[in-house]
Structures are given as structure tokens and as C-alpha cells.
């Protein structure tokens, strides 16, 4: 057998032990524990305020965590906050483009707060573009972009430092359905191509479904239970789907009980 | 990428968008012009007829150009704080703020554009100036030394102001603290009047108010025969000192603005 070498790119992601965030008296986050490996999508996913979009916020060094560690892309988010931005792309919640700025200049001014150098910036910013689907609309100010175009922008602009971790909080939230598809596609796109790990946050099942290999449930700021979309059938018999999990795990467990005892 | 070199980028990656937007929208910069010409064309007029304020052998119209100036420049970078405000709201210093560029970075970006600002304002009063009459220095050396200080001006109010952004952290009492600081920043200054006028606690004020040290530089680059009150050296280093300590002090708040 061939031994590791202790120099290798880290074969987890994320590491997540215990994590915990208080605001005041809420605990948004409660003694989260999470292991993501590499290449996969990983989906966590929750009801409104259950502690998602605060569990990335630490993750990507937004925030700080009230106790517990993570390392993310091989460093530790407190002691090494700058090494972690380094090697990690966000998309957030909340749009985050400028309205003011075209597509480009908007890519621009990342590529450049990364420091990426100077020679290949240009290339790396229209490839970024490209790979969203937004060659065309590059020189429009962002301001007369729709949701989907701004929502691809985004996920553009977080692929500009290659990132080994690519988080994205609820990417399709807002969307129509057409700009939703869309998007999948893109991220779909990405996972075939990139070897990164992306680490998304939704509330929308079909989307856990669609793209994510591994997802997480969490409700009230606990991770309630893990499972593959792939073999919910296999596991747990055949109709069972991840709406019904999300339900099981977040909050009664009426519509699987309702399930097992229709004829 | 030296380390050096890479600051550079991330400092300029903030200015140079700022300027990207006043290039897609340059008409806020001409709305900008109508307060010094009020200042200069009514205010001006009037007190210099009135011949009460004592200002050597320079006449009052020309006294009051780089005042003026200094105060279009002022108001310019006192906007910095709401508009980071009005960034935040929009998710955009978030992501600054996700970048590893660090926030020493950031800031100097926004008090660079502070001072690119400034200077759009500069040319237009040096048209308004010349428009009235008044005899402003347009050498080389002058220009550029005027260039330096509303630059240098520009990016102590502009960080002052990010700090205030960090503190109150919404529009509405930004608004509010804004107006209660601008004014007395411009009251309590040489803008208009030498502070050998003012009563002893608005002299103390004036003392310890880097724009009274901004006026008196630029009052040398542009007025023909200006004495400077505390010399161009004293001048500099006030501004830089106090620049280098609010920079010190915005760096650390700016990630609070978030929160
Ligand atoms: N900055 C904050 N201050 C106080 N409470 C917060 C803050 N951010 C989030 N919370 C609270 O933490 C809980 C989790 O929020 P969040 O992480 O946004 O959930 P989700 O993304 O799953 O919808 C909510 O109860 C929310 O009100
Ligand atoms: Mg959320």
C-alpha cells in the first residue's frame, strides 16, 4: 500500500468540530460537527433560521465563532483567516455585485484584491465570464442585470482565485424558474470541471436533490442527520424522498408516517 | 507578485472603481460645483465689500478661493462613510471583506478616491476663480502642491468619516451625526475667516482641526504673496500624523460596519 504524504493537499475540505455562535441570548449555531471531503457537493440544508447562512459566515472567516474549530481548505478560520480567504470563493445570501460597475469591472476589482497577476488577469476574468454564460452582457452595467445574470456574476466572481472551497449560500434563492435551471446548470458545469469542493446552503429540496452528493439537515442551529440523495430509495424504500427526510429531521414526522400507512 | 506590488493592486483595485462610476456617471461631479459657486460668487462678494475681516495684503475673494475649495473637497470625503454604509447594504464590503486584502488596503482605496474627488472639485474652482477674477498661483509647482494637499485633506475627513460609518452603522444617523460634525469641522477651521478673529475656544478648536492646516497649505500653492500661519512643514506633518492615526483606527473598525 502506498502511504500518504503528509505534504498532500489535505484529502478533507471542511472540518467543522463543535462549532457554536451566540448572538446575545440566540444560539444560531449549536456544536456543529461536519466533515466534507474533497470534489463532492455538499449541501446543507434547513429551514429559514435554522443557523445556515451563520454556519458560512464562519466557515469564510465573516465571522467569528463563539466556540469550536473548523478548518477549511486545510487551515484553521481563527488562527488563519487570510490563508483561508486565499483558497476559498463566497457567494452569498444577499446579492453583492455593484450596481454601478459593469460585469468586467466588477470581476476586475476582485481579480485585483486577490493580487492575481497582472498578465493573465484579463483572461482569467473573460474565462470566468464565459463560463457563466455572460460573454455577452460583460460591458452592461450590473444595474440592468436581471436576478439569474447578477446570481452568475457572483458565482464568476468567486471562481476568479480558483478556489479549493467554493461556498454558496441559497444560490438560487429569488430566482425564477428559468433563472434557477440556469443557474443548476452552471453549478452542475462547475462540479464536472473543477475537483473543488462546493459547500452550499438551501430550503428548496429539489435543488438539495439536484446537485448535491451529500446533504446535511439542520434545524434550531443542530445538525439533525446526513444523508445521500442517491440512495434515500435504496435506504428507505421506494416513493421516499428528501422532501419527506427534510420534514423528518427539521420538524414532525407526520408526512412520513402519513406515507407509511397509505396502502 | 512581491508583497508590495500586490497592496498596490489591492489599494488601487477600490480607487480605480470609484472612478470607474464617476466616469459612468459624471453628472453627479457637475452638480457638485454649485455649492463653491454660491460660496464664492454670493458669500464672497458680499463680505469682501463689507471689508471687515482682516486678511493682510491678500484680498478677501482671493482669501476665500482655497477655503472654499477645501470645503467642496471636505464635503466630498465626509460622503465616504454613508456611501460605505450604502455599499454594505448592498452586500459589496462584504465581499471586500472576504478578500484577502487587508483592510489597511481598503481604506487607503477609498480615501485615494476621496482625493480623486477632490480634485475634480479643484479644477472646477480654479475655473470659478478664474472666472471672477481672482489671481490664483497656476504654476507647475503650485498646482501640483495644491494637487498634494486636497489629496492628503481628502484622506484624513474621508477615513474620519469611515470610522463614524463603523460607529453608527445606518443611514439615518449617519445623516444626522454628519451635519453635526461637518459644520463645526468647517466653522472652526480658516476656511473663511484667519483664525486670529475667533474668540480663545473657538481658536483652541481651530488649533486642533486638520482642516485649518489644509486651508493654510493651499492658501500658499494658490494664493500669489500668501504667508503661511505654521509653515508648509508643520502643515504636512499634522495632516500625515493624524492621517496615519485615524488609517490605524479605520483598519481595525472596518469588519464592524458589518456586524
Ligand atoms: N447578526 C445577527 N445578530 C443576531 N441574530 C442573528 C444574527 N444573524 C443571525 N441571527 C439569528 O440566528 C439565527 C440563524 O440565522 P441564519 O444563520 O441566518 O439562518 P438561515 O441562514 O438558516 O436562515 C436566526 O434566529 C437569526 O435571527
Ligand atoms: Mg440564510
Known amino acids: 500500500m502506498v502511504s500518504a504524504r503528509v505534504d498532500d493537499v489535505p484529502e478533507v475540505a471542511i472540518e467543522v468540530t463543535d462549532l457554536t455562535k451566540r448572538f446575545g441570548d440566540v444560539v444560531a449555531v449549536r456544536g456543529v460537527s461536519l466533515r466534507v471531503p474533497h470534489g463532492i457537493v455538499f449541501g446543507l440544508v434547513g429551514p429559514n433560521g435554522a443557523g445556515k447562512s451563520t454556519t458560512v459566515k464562519m466557515l469564510t472567516t465573516l465571522t467569528p465563532p463563539t466556540s469550536g474549530s473548523a478548518r477549511v481548505a486545510g487551515f484553521d478560520v481563527r488562527r488563519s483567516p487570510v490563508e483561508v480567504r486565499r483558497r476559498i470563493g463566497y457567494v452569498p445570501q444577499m446579492q453583492s455585485a455593484d450596481p454601478d460597475l459593469t460585469g468586467f469591472e466588477n470581476l476586475l476589482v476582485y481579480a485585483r484584491l486577490y493580487a492575481l497577476p497582472r498578465a493573465n488577469r484579463r483572461r ?122 427534510f420534514i423528518r429531521y427539521t420538524g414532525g414526522n407526520m408526512l412520513v408516517e402519513e406515507r407509511a400507512a397509505a396502502p | 507578485m512581491n508583497t508590495i506590488e500586490a497592496v498596490y493592486t489591492q489599494i488601487t483595485a477600490i480607487t480605480d472603481a470609484e472612478i470607474q462610476k464617476l466616469v459612468h456617471d459624471p453628472i ?151 451635519q453635526v460634525l461637518t459644520m463645526p469641522l468647517f466653522f472652526a477651521s480658516s476656511a473663511i475667516y484667519p483664525i486670529s478673529l475667533m474668540p480663545s475656544w473657538l481658536h483652541v478648536l481651530a488649533m486642533i482641526n486638520p482642516l485649518t492646516y489644509q486651508v493654510d497649505a493651499l492658501r500658499l500653492f494658490m494664493l500669489p504673496g500668501y504667508q503661511t500661519s505654521f509653515g508648509l512643514g508643520t502643515d504636512i506633518a499634522v495632516q500625515v500624523g493624524v492621517f496615519a492615526v485615524l488609517l490605524a483606527i479605520a483598519a481595525r473598525m472596518y469588519p464592524l460596519i458589518l456586524s
Request: neutral net charge; glycine residues 10%; hydrophobic residues 50%.
Open chain 1, 124 to 245: 482569467k476574468i473573460l474565462d470566468a465570464l464565459h463560463l457563466m454564460d455572460l460573454g455577452d452582457v460583460r460591458d452592461r452595467l450590473v444595474r440592468h442585470y436581471s436576478g439569474g445574470m447578477v446570481r452568475r456574476l457572483e458565482i464568476a466572481q468567486s471562481l476568479l482565485n480558483e478556489p479549493r472551497v467554493l461556498f454558496m449560500d441559497e444560490p438560487t434563492i429569488g430566482l425564477d424558474p428559468l433563472a434557477r435551471h440556469m443557474v443548476w446548470e452552471r453549478i452542475k458545469h462547475l462540479r464536472a470541471g473543477l475537483g473543488t469542493a462546493i459547500f452550499m446552503t438551501t430550503h428548496y429540496m429539489d435543488e438539495a436533490a439536484e446537485l448535491c452528493d451529500r446533504v446535511a439537515f439542520m434545524s434550531e442551529g443542530k445538525i439533525a442527520g446526513e444523508e445521500s440523495p442517491s440512495d434515500i430509495e435504496a435506504r428507505y424504500g421506494t416513493g421516499m424522498m428528501l422532501d419527506d427526510l
Open chain 2, 28 to 178: 453627479e461631479l457637475l452638480t457638485r460645483v454649485i455649492q463653491p459657486v454660491l460660496w464664492l460668487m454670493m458669500f464672497g462678494e458680499v463680505f469682501a465689500r463689507v471689508r471687515g475681516i482682516p486678511t493682510g495684503s491678500i484680498p478677501y475673494e482671493s482669501f476665500l478661493v482655497p477655503g472654499v475649495l477645501a470645503q467642496s473637497a471636505l464635503f466630498i470625503a465626509i460622503f465616504f462613510g454613508i456611501s460605505a454604509i450604502w455599499e454594505r447594504d448592498l452586500g459589496i464590503l462584504y465581499k471586500y471583506m472576504m478578500s484577502p486584502a487587508p483592510r489597511e488596503a481598503l481604506v487607503l482605496g477609498k480615501a485615494l478616491a476621496a482625493g480623486v474627488r477632490g480634485l475634480t472639485q479643484a479644477v472646477m474652482v480654479y475655473i470659478i476663480g478664474l472666472l471672477i477674477g481672482v489671481g490664483l498661483r497656476v504654476t507647475v509647482p503650485a498646482v501640483l502642491g495644491m494637487a498634494v494637499m486636497i489629496v492628503l485633506g481628502s484622506a484624513v475627513f474621508c477615513t474620519f468619516s469611515l470610522i463614524i460609518a463603523c460607529i453608527v452603522k445606518t443611514r439615518e444617523r449617519f445623516m444626522g451625526i454628519g
